[in-house]
């Protein structure tokens, strides 16, 4: 049930959201060289990697590690990488990831290939069983300013609390953040 509702909310919304799509690839693509999106190596369910597409916000160049890891985050950022993250616009591209069935609309974000700790804190617990998401229950509690220990507990939480219903919380409450642009650092 989960994976036919996520097939059919991401042809919804990729068809709704194609025209802001294309305007946001192109603001990339003329206000910094490279590519429109950046396809990012992460751990899907299993511990398995799968290639991830966003919408670039980072510089040519910028080192592969996450964004807190970074020493000065914004000098890495394009003209309107700020904005992208921000407002989520970034994520867009992910629908890709959704459809092809390397990621689900709500579970725990996906780690970066190199999170080592966090890998290792997800699979103690089973959270690696999960398909990873678009939003989790960590991101509405926290995002980016979680430390990882926490970010695994949510995750844990999760994995026992799982349901259609819950699922759909968290939708509700990721609008509602995204909206009030909650727990983005960059």
Partial sequence: ?????????????A?????????VALAVKLTSPGPALYWSNRVG???????MPKFRSMRIGTP????????????????????LRKSS??????????????????????ALFNQDDLIA???????????????GW??????DELPIPEKVRLDEEYLRRQSFLFDLRILWLTAVKVVRRDGVSH
């Fill in 138 to 143: 960590a991101q509405i509690n926290g995002r």
């Fill in 15 to 23: 068809v709704v959201l194609a025209l802001p799509v294309l305007l």
């Fill in 45 to 51: 369910r299993h511990n398995r990697i799968f290639r």
């Fill in 121 to 135: 804190l997800r699979t103690a617990c089973g959270v690696h069983e999960l398909t990873p998401g678009l939003t």
């Fill in 64 to 83: 592969a590690v996450a964004t807190h890891l970074l020493t000065n985050p914004d000098a890495y950022l394009t003209p309107i990488g700020s904005f």
């Fill in 89 to 110: 616009l970034d994520e867009l591209p992910q629908l890709w990831s959704i459809l092809v069935g390397d990621m689900s609309f709500v579970g725990p974000r996906p």
């Fill in 1 to 13: 049930m989960k994976r036919l509702f996520d097939l059919v909310l991401a042809l919804t919304v």
